[in-house]
Every structure is written in structure tokens, then in C-alpha cells.
């Protein structure tokens, strides 16, 4: 009996395991929250109490996260789990200085299979074995003691109200320093983990929770028509671009000759265009929404969009992808996936992008009515594995990375894998092209191609894509964007449209000016949000 007592004895109680926890995450699973206060505050300007100050603060708030949603036997679990995502959280945030933000979720619940494995490398491992699986077996191995219904929810009580008076404290202490560090520098606390990553799930959570809610469609564009006057036929390809940087573009003044076939294409690249955000899964639904910018992206779920618009005006409307899927803009129209060799016909180490146009002349000839739009989404640029989006031949700038664990790499060799891909794009819009100057004389053609965000490569320590679009840089955000019309089309002046392409134009632009190359009549096109509008003369009659 007294064995069994000391057993007992030896274990810990739902509060101690908590705070071991949260002081453990605290300590060792925040390098990049340390690193980037401490760049702010250097403890030389007189922070150093206050900078101690963020320990009782950032913990405790850790403590009070932990401590509402553990309880007799959810304690376990919920710590364990909370570990492995932390050290996963720690990785990404160490090796990339990407933020785990709503949107990185929703980008993440909308990453495939071959996406996911691409960012797993030794030192993700290593994170997730020694601050993820390590001590998840020790929470796991450690007796908890139960002392009663009763005791453990005043002793809960007590735990999260001491730590709320003592957090509370803490910032009226030091006003000021708190002052500043939430208003002027609201990006750090986004570093915090687990913190902000719980923030972001109990936010992404509700969204998703609050779009399920809705049973019916939002119609957009109900009164969309293309007027009987319009007797010429459009035949237009949109290129949605993946991880695409409008700065390594040689049309937009980069020094390296990246777009050596599309300068001999006479096309306009426009030098000021913005994404609406840092990720797939926002500017791609964004693009085709009307008024994305304004939308969360899982609008895209309850509100028709560009492509709706145009199949109920009449248009034929083909979507083919060699990325992960459309992010639900091509729910409702025709759809092929082009990431397996079974239907893409250029496959090598991976299924290439050229290989959606392989069955384009197929699909227009047996379409013989009827304007059409074919909407290409690229695998492009897609990080980290650069060096895997282009075929061998295309190997210009050397040396490259050749790993998916980009700090292995100089910021030479992964710049140069990056510069590879930027130059196999530029190999796959002029066959795009090719395409459509084969069919000029019997349709209006043009193309339009837009990445759908930019990529950080190593500037000011940050990589790949996916921070806050408040704090997120230019290099992440301005993103190239290219049209080319054939000699009908609409008798578009590129004079006057060179004139424009230095102006600002963003995502939103995107769906009224699909909207116009089709000259679409809708109230929901705005002539003002067409990149094309007073650049082109009226349709002939």
C-alpha cells in the first residue's frame, strides 16, 4: 500500500504539467519571436526588465490558452498535440520567417500531398523529434494526479486567475514599453508561438464554421450578356502564374535575361501590378472574385465568379491545372487535372506546364460556337523546390540549390534555381502564344498571364511567401503580369496601352477586364476596373 502511495505520489498535477509545458514552449520554441524583439528593442536602449518582461507575459498567456482547453483527460492529448505543432510552427518560423497566420492555414489546408512532402527535410525532423516528440512522450510517460472534481476546478481557477492578475500587471508595469510593442509593432507578437498559431486555428476554425452555415449561392451577374452585335469570335487564354516575382522579369528591367522568347512576342508587361495576397488559396479565389480584395477567400464558396459570369453569357470555359486544383473557382465549369502522366503528355521527374497545351487545338476545334476562354493554372515557380520546376535544358544560371532545404543553400544558388523556373514560364507563355497565333484568323485572340503572389528569397532573412499582407514585403506582393492580342483583337491601341502598364493595377482589375475582352454587358462590370478601357475602339457592327 505504500508502494502504491509513493506511486501515486510521484506524479503531477493537470496545473505543474501545464506550466512545465507552456515554460517549455516559451523557452525553446520561440528562436524567431526572441530574434526579431530584440532587433526592435535592443536591450542597450534601457528594455532590459521589459524584455524580461515578455517571459511572464508571452508565457502566461500560453498558461491561460492551455489551461481553458485542458482537463482531466483531454490534458494529455491536447499538450502532446500542441508540442508536435509547435515544433513544426518553430521550423517554419526559424527557417523561413513565415508567420502562421488564418491565411498560412487555409493555404495549408489547401496544399496537396506532393506540396506537403516537398517541405519535409532533416532539419524539419530534427525540430519535430527534439521539441515535438520528446517531450510529447514524456507528457505522455508522467503520471497525472486527479484529486477530485471539486479541488481541480478551483485549483484551475486560482492557476488562470493569478496568471491574468500577473499578466495584467505586468503591462500597467510597463505601460509604455506594452504601449509600443502592440500598437506600433503589432508583426512581433505574430512570431509568438503557440500563441498566435492558436489564434490563427480558433480564427480559421470559425470562418470555416460560419461559411458552412451557407446553403445558397450568391448570383453575380445575372443580367451577364454578349450583346448580338458582337459577331466576331474571342478565343482567350488566362495563365494563372504560381510564386511569380514581377522584379526577375527581364520585360519589367531585370538584368538577367529571363524572357527571351516573350520579348520577341510584342507583348506588354505591366510593372505595378499587386496581388491581393501571400498565398495561393487567397489570390487565386481573389482574382475571379468581384471585389475580392474586399472577400475573405472562402467567398469563393459562397459567391459566383468570373467564370460563372462568362458560362452564363454564352462563353466556353475550360479550366486545366498542373497545381494543386482551382482553390473552388472551377467548381462549376469543365475541369482537368494535368498533374499525372496519364493526362499530361510532358512529364519527366515531374508533370510540366507546356503539357496543357497539348490537346488545346482539340478542344477549340470542337468547340465551333461560342466565344472561349481557357484558363492555364501553372505550377510555375512553387517553392522550395525550385530547382524541380524546369527541365534540364533550361539549367541557365548556375550553381543552383538542389535541395528543398533552402538553408543548405548560398542565396546565390537558390536565386539562380528561381531564375530557371522565371525562364521556363517564359518558354511555356510563348507556346501559349504559338496557340493562339495559329488560330488568329478565325478568332479575336489574347492572352493574359498573372502570378497569383510573389516569393521571398532570402531578403532580410525571409523565404517563401504566406506573411500577413499588412506586413508582408513588395517582394511578395508584386507580381508580373503580361497581356499579347492578336492582330483583330478588338483593335486594342498598345500604344495607349503601354502608356497605362506603368500604372497600378491589382487582382481586382482581373475580373472586369476578362469581363471586357469578352465585351460582356453586366451590372457587375465596372468599365473603370478594365485595364483595357479607352485603349480599345468599339466593337464593329
Known sequence: ???????????????????????????????????????????????????????????????????????????????????????????????????????????????????????????????????????????????????????????????????????????LLFGSFYASFFREHKELRQHANPGYYLYSTIKYAAEVFKTGAHAAMTTVGADAMIPASDVSRELVIMVVGETARADRFSLNGYARETNPQLKQKNVISFTNFWACGTSTAVSVPCMFLRGGDSKNSSAIMTDENLLDVLQRSGVNVLWLDNNSDSKGVASRVEYHDFRSSKVNPVCDTECRDEGMLAGLQTYIDAHPKGDILIVLHQMGNHGPGYFRRYPPEFEKFRPVCKSSDLSLCSREEIGNAYDNAILYTDHFLAKAIAVLEKNDSKFETALFYVSDHGESLGENGLYLHGLPKAIAPDTQLNVPAVMWFGANFHAVTPSLLRMKSKMRFTHNNVFHTILGFFEVESAAYRPGMDILSGVKLPQKK
Open 1 to 171: 500500500m505504500q508502494g502504491r502511495s509513493l506511486m501515486a505520489n510521484a506524479g503531477l498535477t493537470g496545473n505543474s504539467l501545464i506550466l512545465l509545458v507552456s515554460a517549455f514552449l516559451s523557452l525553446f520554441g520561440n528562436a524567431t519571436f526572441v530574434a526579431n524583439v530584440l532587433k526592435t528593442y535592443p536591450p542597450s536602449g534601457g528594455n532590459a526588465w521589459a524584455l524580461l518582461s515578455l517571459i511572464i507575459v508571452f508565457g502566461g498567456v500560453t498558461v491561460i490558452l492551455l489551461g481553458a482547453a485542458c482537463f482531466k483527460r483531454s490534458t494529455k492529448p491536447v499538450l502532446i498535440i500542441v508540442l508536435l505543432l509547435s515544433s513544426l510552427a518553430a521550423c517554419f518560423m526559424d527557417s523561413y520567417g513565415v508567420i502562421i497566420s488564418d491565411d498560412m492555414l487555409r493555404n495549408v489546408t489547401h496544399s496537396d500531398t506532393a506540396e506537403a512532402l516537398e517541405l519535409f527535410n532533416v532539419k524539419l525532423l530534427l525540430y519535430l523529434l527534439v521539441l515535438g516528440i520528446l517531450p510529447a512522450l514524456v507528457v505522455c510517460k508522467v503520471p497525472l494526479l486527479w484529486n477530485g472534481w471539486r479541488s481541480e476546478v478551483i485549483s484551475r481557477l486560482k492557476l488562470l486567475g493569478v496568471t491574468i492578475v500577473l499578466v495584467a500587471g505586468t503591462v
